[in-house]
């Protein structure tokens, strides 16, 4: 019996042995604590990530374990663990590195295709204005309007628009404007100078409870540089009268505090026959203060202002009699101006090494001015259809997250919890038949827009080692206001929603080459106050219902592959009506897709990557035949090929694609699909760096933009229904010349 119990003991024993903490805190050579670096025990599967003072304890390991620590940036370390190390400190330093896939960790706490993408802007960084929303893998834009308006975006099987479908935000900053003159979630990027962008953060389809209205399709978070490395001076010149000025400068540099200033100015008459006199400023600065250990705080001021001409979307058959040429106009009285003005605040305070208080506030002054004519003669022979959009709005907001990772919480857990609150005030906002930019000739819509937005979420983690299980809840309340400044008599009608937005994520780390996850969650996007108040409250927040069933796999330190299929339902899609220039819904959908991607990093200089994208989308109330989802793409695809530090070298060639797709309901009309590809190289010596940009390497001639659409021409008696489109940029080459100091 004394003998059993002897031998029971030393089994406890070695299991305790087995399953034993280790500590440690990282830094980097400076001494400075890394906060959420990966640390990963290949042996029992569980992982973890250090705190805000670079601190980690990791539960169930054993002498002999292998631990590896990976942080993007630096370079990779491994350590074996000792006898000795359980029940002691242990201290690590990360070198500095260029990013690799060697530094991804698959872990349920990181997002690895985030990572991807950082270390795509590093090896292939964003050149213009139009690249940056293309960085995001799988996601297509078009422009039409010669960077004067924002961007088209097709993601997962969505035309959405100017942003109806995904929530854009610059450091937390929303970009998307409820209510907007042009239509739902319009979102326009352009105060955003591409050179200051440090990361993005991105994830596909409703399953983010930090994340709220217009998170369907998926979230994108720009995250700008806290610091510069070097200053920096660019000129840039090219066809079609193209000339870029960039400047980034750092203004203060001290121990714990730093800020900078970054500034560009862009002029542009593009290839049409009409010059766009397409002009933007933007200015933009930032201070920093970092205190390890107890307190970040992030302040940003930037503004922009943007004028341009444009020639608008023209009618095929216009260009086949050969009345205008691809580059010629209809009218080309179109065009506009616009402006933002942005002030930032991010803190931090760090309760505890495992506890912080991440608050955020901000307020924006944006105008807007836009005058299109999609339709020509169609409702007025003599004058013409030309529309007159514009609004004046103030947008502020603040929102406050508590973070909790103590290591003492019951069941592995880990939650942060928020609360938060966003006002819109459009004034003025206004829709309006007008002719040759001056002369109004009707109010179509004519009012004041107070739209208030606050919420609430809670997003909880339980690690059980390689599972992570992620359930979240968000609670968002919405009051819609519209005074009609149309009518004699005074006019203001209110509507208000809730809306719960559960969410379900699994996340199965099998080894540190396979990860699979499944996520599961409900979104929504809001509808245009003007929409809600006229239908009586009704269809206020359509929700999006969504589901992922993944992998990311990783068979080397040099490749990393993802595939996911997933499927969305929407209570309501959203569908831009050209000739009102509204946004309207117009019924139920489901969408299916397929996403796979690659990326191998064939040496340490070169990079290849590729996405590729199929979706199956239909209305769920139409008959068979009938129920295409305009716009929506079916298959696309992006990549390239990119060359980072050889011999002074850098550059990329880049490709993207989508395929012919249903213009209308009943896929009567086609948008053309296009391949276009892209060039960059650069070379640098010491601090001065030579490069050329081709954008159309191969001179294609593409559609950008593409509208099934009813219109009429001066000279016709009946209108005719056909595609409408916007040229691509031909052939397109321009030199730039940088100086860093």
Known sequence: MKRILNILILFCGIGFAQTQ??????????????????????????????????????????????????????????????????????????????????????????NPLSEITSIDLQTNPVKSSQEILRKVPGLIIGQHAGGGKAEQIFLRGFDIDHGTDISLSVDGLPVNMVSHAHGQGYSDLHFLIPETIKNIEFGKGPYYAESGN???????????????????????????????????????????????IASSLNLFDGPFESPQNFNRFNIMGKYNLDRPGDQELKVSLSHFQSKWDASGQIPQRAV????????????????????????????????????????????????????????????????????????????????????????????????????????????????????????????????????????????TNFNF???????????????????????????????????????LNFSYTASNQLQLYLKSGIGFHSNDTRVVVARNGEEILPAAYGTDLGLVFKPNSRWILNTVAWILYLDQEFVYVGDAAIVEPSGKTRRLGFDLGARWQAANWLYLFSDLNYTYARSTEEASGEDYIPLAPEFTSSGGIAMENLSGFSGALNYRYINDRPANEDFSITAEGYFVADLNLNYRFNNIEFGIIIENLFDTEWNETQFATESRLRNEVLPVEEIHFTPGTPFFARGKVSFFF
């Open 214 to 260: 217009f998170t369907t399709a998926g979230f994108v978070d720009f995250r700008t540089k806290d610091r510069l490395d070097e200053n920096l001076v660019s000129l840039e010149l090219g066809d079609f009268n193209s000339k870029r000025l960039v400047g980034m400068l750092n203004v203060l540099e001290r121990e714990n505090s730093n800020a900078y």
């Open 320 to 459: 086949d009699d050969g009345t205008i040429s691809r580059f010629g106009a209809i009218d080309d009285t179109e065009g506009g101006n616009t402006s933002r003005t942005n002030l930032l605040l991010n803190h931090t305070e760090f309760l505890s090494a495992s506890k912080k208080l991440k608050t955020r506030a901000y307020y924006s002054h944006y105008d807007f001015e836009l005058y299109s004519n999609f339709t020509f003669f169609l409702e007025d022979p003599v004058n013409g259809d030309q529309i007159k959009q514009k609004e004046d709005r103030n947008l502020l907001g603040a929102e406050t997250v508590f973070v909790n990772e103590e290591t003492n919480l019951p069941f592995e857990m880990d939650y942060s919890a928020g609360i938060g609150f966003r006002y819109d005030d459009s004034n003025e906002n206004e829709l309006s038949r007008t002719k040759n930019r001056d002369e109004l000739l009707e109010r179509l819509a004519y009012g004041n827009i107070d739209e208030t937005n606050l919420y609430g979420f809670l997003n």
């Open 21 to 110: 903490s280790f500590q440690g805190k990282i830094t980097d050579t400076l001494g400075n604590p890394l906060e959420d670096v990966a640390v990963y025990d290949s042996s029992s599967g569980f992982h973890t990530h250090t705190n805000s003072m670079g601190e980690f304890n990791l539960k169930n390991v054993a002498p002999g374990d292998v631990i590896s620590i990976s942080f993007l940036g630096y370079e990779r370390l491994e350590y074996t663990i000792t006898n000795e190390d359980p029940g002691r400190l242990k201290i690590f330093e990360l070198r500095e590195s260029s990013m690799s896939l060697e530094q991804i960790v698959l872990s349920g706490k990181r």
């Open 465 to 503: 080692g390689k599972l992570l299980v992620n359930p979240a809840l968000r609670l968002d309340y919405f009051n819609f206001d519209y005074e009609n400044l149309i009518t004699e008599t005074y006019d203001n009608r209110s509507e208000d929603k809730l809306i719960l937005s559960p969410k």
